[in-house]
């Protein structure tokens, strides 16, 4: 049997199983509040699990573990960014939002402002963060598709996204936050059990000894010592100060973005209270710390065992380094039948691993089109459960078929910095309306809406005049660099990540917009602050 | 209006909590402990990202074998990640959870 037809069945095997629990899921589904937060029913550890599973992206498990094998050290960046930004998410925004909120990211924004105009602008940032987001993951799964089954056609890529998009809106559609909820826990379970035993199997090799690894990693490499220091990818010397401001640029907004991602904050209404809340976060905390740390083996043992020479062969950003460390590391311990069925559970785990994302980021965006825009801007608050609940379902549809149009037209495109631009527009739009509408008692309307368009605006529109979009030249294989033909140039922003300007531009927009209104309620912050910290008031979980 | 007349009585309740001394407690001890934490995990991240980029010579010196300091420092930020939240959940368990419930039942009599 080929590694191809085995990864095939056993992705299928994912599938199914997590068809028939999205089924079981949908049964249990019956108002609004176990369609949007699958009844604030789940446990901490589950919830703790589904986090693990909404946050490791095929760009973290994939990407991270590819610039390591390739760069060494500065993929560490990366995931220590990651890890350290949750929390933010524990000690500042999880339990206070579980006890203030109610099915998304704008119920916190708009709890003492003019519901309007604050529902609007987080509508449309949520809107915004989860197309970038899942833009990226769409389009990794056709590349992923290319690169572990040799399908390299244009139509093989455009079937993969296609397929993908269809099993997003299923989950999403038919089980709701409890069908992507149980996605989300089985990835987790799978991705953690797959990358632990190949990182046991790669220890093994080294007798437990992650000196030698490293050493042997960095000879592998041509690199040298340099190999496991920072600055191979990151601030290079080459780069000069730019290159370094960037690097510091990306650090910001990696930790401050996780917890303004809408996707992860409606998370923390699956649980009954905060205090659970407070313990799902704890546990999220120890599965992905201990993924990425498993991921630095990953990147150091590809680099070590199959040699970057082979790995930039397969594909130059280093994607395949985890499923070729996978097949390397099997046939070396078990033999060629060994890889081959490593290498299988590996692609499988993948593809896995962007369901569980793009279902969570499709269910976040819909739940705002529903919750937000419709029933609360259009309709006033004047609509039934069940209408919101529908509008909600037909929002996922057209949200996946937008993101598997523009997923499909994106293919030849090079869209790998949507991930840090998502993060980027979290922490500078929304990250500092979430803060001051929890923490500043004078923080108003005008205040909220100029922080999120403020932040969103000018992350987006620097990163439009910056290297990524144009200007960067062409690589060595001719390709230009940026989103842009190489002949196009209208690029004036240095820094690749807009972070360092646009996050403390969203701190100032919010707080300009908010000493530069009138208004002010002070009996409705009263009543944010008692139910944030006490839980008074808060929605409780359904019982049935 | 019946629904307005609900609001302010909802007010009422909110106001009469936030003015028990317990309450005040309850939001000196959290803010006590987050921003001061939140500050300090946020420098400590900083610098090493800014070591990362200005102090290479440093970073690069090997401690044990072929493990040098910047993996040491990366390590660091995750011991220091799991020890602050650990950290967290005994101190919001034993100082916020008993005054956040106690203030629950006040408030439902």
Do not use: C
């Not at chain 1, 390299?152 to 993969?160: D, M, P, R, V």
């Not at chain 1, 082979?310 to 070729?324: H, K, Q, V, Y």
């Amino acid at each position: 049997m080929s590694h191809e037809s085995l990864a095939i069945a056993l992705f299928l095997l994912f599938v199914g199983l997590t068809l028939f629990l999205t089924v079981r899921a949908s049964r249990q589904t019956k108002d609004a509040t176990d369609f949007y937060a699958g009844g604030r029913s789940f446990s901490a550890v589950q919830n703790g699990l589904a986090i693990g599973g909404d946050y490791m992206s095929a760009a973290s498990f994939l990407g991270i573990a590819g610039i390591i094998a390739l760069s060494g050290y500065d993929g560490f960046l990366y995931s220590i960014g990651f890890l350290v930004a949750w929390l933010v998410a524990l000690l500042l925004v999880a339990e206070l939002m579980r006890n203030s909120g109610k099915f998304t990211m704008a119920d916190v924004l708009a709890f003492r402002m003019s519901p309007r105009p604050v529902r609007t602008a987080a509508g449309i940032s949520t809107i915004t963060v989860s197309i970038f987001y899942l833009l990226a993951q769409m389009v990794g799964a056709g590349a992923l598709v290319a690169l572990l089954f040799g399908l390299t056609s244009e139509a093989a890529k455009a079937f993969t996204i296609v397929g993908v998009g269809i099993l997003m809106i299923v989950y999403v559609v038919v089980g709701g936050m409890k069908g992507t909820t149980w996605v989300q826990i089985v990835k987790a379970v799978l991705l953690m059990g797959g990358a632990t035993l190949i990182t046991l199997l790669v220890l093994g090799k080294y007798g437990f000894n992650l000196s030698s690894l490293l050493s042997e990693a960095a000879n592998q490499s041509g690199k040298g010592d340099a190999f496991l220091e920072p600055g191979l990818k990151y601030g290079t010397e080459a780069q000069g100060l730019a290159g370094k401001l960037d690097l510091i640029s990306l650090g910001l907004a990696l930790v401050l973005g996780t917890a303004g991602l809408p996707h992860i904050l409606i998370r923390f209404y699956t649980v009954p209270t905060a205090r659970d809340a407070r313990k799902s976060v704890l546990w999220g905390i120890g599965i992905i710390g201990v993924f990425y740390l498993i991921t630095l083996v990953l990147g150091f043992g590809a680099a070590a065992l199959v040699g970057s020479g082979t790995i930039r062969e397969s594909n130059a950003a280093g994607n395949t380094a985890a499923p070729l460390l996978a097949e390397k590391v099997g046939s070396l311990i078990f033999g060629d039948v060994g890889g081959t069925v490593l290498l299988a559970f590996i692609a499988a785990v993948a593809f896995a691993t962007i369901l569980a994302v793009v279902a969570g980021l499709t269910l976040a965006s819909s739940s705002s089109v529903a919750h937000d825009l419709y029933a609360h801007v259009i309709r006033k608050g004047d609509v039934t459960e069940q209408e919101e609940v529908r509008v909600a379902k037909i929002s996922a549809f057209v949200i996946g078929a937008v993101a598997i149009v523009l997923g499909i037209f994106a293919q030849k495109l090079n869209v790998a910095f949507l991930v840090a631009l998502a993060f980027a527009v979290a922490a500078s739009g929304n990250l500092p309306a979430i803060l001051y509408s929890l923490f500043w008692k004078r923080f108003n309307t005008a205040g909220a809406v100029a922080s999120i368009y403020g932040g969103l605006g000018s992350a987006v529109l620097l990163v439009i005049f910056s290297p990524v979009v144009s200007g960067k030249g062409v690589g060595p294989d001719g390709k230009s660099l940026s989103l842009f033909p190489a002949s196009v140039d209208f690029q004036w922003f240095p820094l690749e990540n807009p972070g360092l300007v646009s996050i403390p531009l969203g701190f100032l927009f919010g707080y300009l917009g908010t000493v530069l209104s009138k208004e002010y309620r002070a009996d409705k912050y009263t009543e944010m602050e008692v139910r944030s910290l006490t839980g008074v008031g808060a929605e409780e979980a359904t019982s049935h | 209006m019946s629904t307005s007349q609900e609001e302010q009585e909802g007010i009422a309740v909110y106001e009469e909590i936030r003015a028990r001394p317990e309450f005040s407690e309850l939001r000196r001890r959290f803010r006590a402990f987050v921003f001061p934490v939140t500050a300090a995990f946020l420098v400590w991240y900083l610098l090493y990202v800014v070591l990362s980029g200005w102090a290479r010579d440093f970073m690069g010196q090997q401690v044990i074998g072929s493990i040098n300091v910047a993996l040491i420092f990366g390590l660091l930020q995750f011991v220091s990640t799991f020890a602050i939240a650990y950290w967290y959940s005994r101190y919001a368990g034993a100082k916020l959870d008993p005054l956040a419930q106690n203030l629950r039942e006040e408030a439902r009599r």
